[in-house]
């Protein structure tokens, strides 16, 4: 009987636990020998045994960091037999806070598992943001990367998509955006204020001050304040300039 492999997943993320099925070893025997992409690859167990009568046998591995593409497992036991089988890694992302408001700064993506070209574009709920890092060039062996985005003025709140595109593919994830909840808004009455589209207030005055509580919950309350630089009646319902 020849030796085979089997995967629960033929793809997978870097990081992520994959588990490898040995089928038709030699019975009561171990496997000695694993490697990725012709590297060792630790397996747990650390030296999986064979099945005494079908041979068969069962591990654990996590995908290493490598760049997108399908990539050589190799197993085999003491007494020879062995098998290959391919395995493609493909690249996601991650971000830090995973919940946040709009306008929250400092909020990083990491990237992993990228080819070495260069981000070209970057989405949060359908918005660029306007404040973010260069896009970053992957690492060439890794294809990890990091960057730091301003949270913009999305549409909608709850769960929220955050799409990277590069020269090769769309990746993306979901993170949650809170609504802000208005304070004060520079002394001017509440009913001098209609909140518009993304809660931001839409008032006929230049340069008004708006502070929200974007504590989410938490206890003590933290607020900010923004400024409106641009006046509603030209910009538009939902188009203010604010400052950061």
């Not at 990539?71 to 098998?83: G, I, K, L, S």
């Not at 971000?95 to 929250?104: E, K």
């Not at 890092?133 to 960057?147: D, H, S, Y």
């Not at 003025?153 to 990277?164: H, K, M, R, S, Y």
Request: with cysteine; glycine share 10%.
């Amino acid at each position: 009987m020849t030796a085979s492999l089997g995967f629960s997943a033929t793809s997978g993320i870097v990081t992520e636990k994959i588990t490898v099925y040995g089928v038709g070893y030699t019975p009561s025997s171990t496997i000695t020998v694993s490697t990725f992409n012709g590297a060792p690859i630790v397996l747990t167990p650390a030296i999986p045994a064979t099945d005494a009568v079908t041979g068969n046998w069962t591990a654990t591995f996590v995908v290493p960091a490598l760049v997108r593409g399908t990539y050589a497992f190799v197993a085999t036991d003491a007494v020879a037999p062995t098998a290959t089988l391919g395995f493609t890694i493909v690249p996601s992302i991650t971000v830090s806070p995973i919940a946040v408001n709009m306008l929250t700064a400092g909020v990083t993506i990491t990237g992993k598992g990228f080819t070495s070209t260069i981000l070209t574009g970057v989405t949060v709920g359908g918005v660029v943001p306007s404040v973010h890092q260069a896009f970053p060039l992957p690492n060439v062996v890794t294809g990890a990367w990091t960057m730091t985005f301003t949270v913009p003025l999305v549409p909608t709140t709850g769960a929220v998509d955050i799409i990277i595109t590069d020269a090769d593919e769309t990746v993306q994830t979901t993170f949650a955006v809170a609504d802000w909840i208005v304070v004060d808004i520079g002394g001017l009455a509440d009913t001098e204020s209609g909140v518009a589209m993304w809660g931001m207030p839409v008032i006929t005055v230049l340069n008004y001050t708006v502070t929200y509580d974007r504590s989410m919950g938490l206890s003590p309350t933290i607020s900010t304040t923004h400024t409106c630089r641009n006046d509603p009646r030209t910009a538009g319902v939902g188009s203010n300039v604010w400052d950061s």
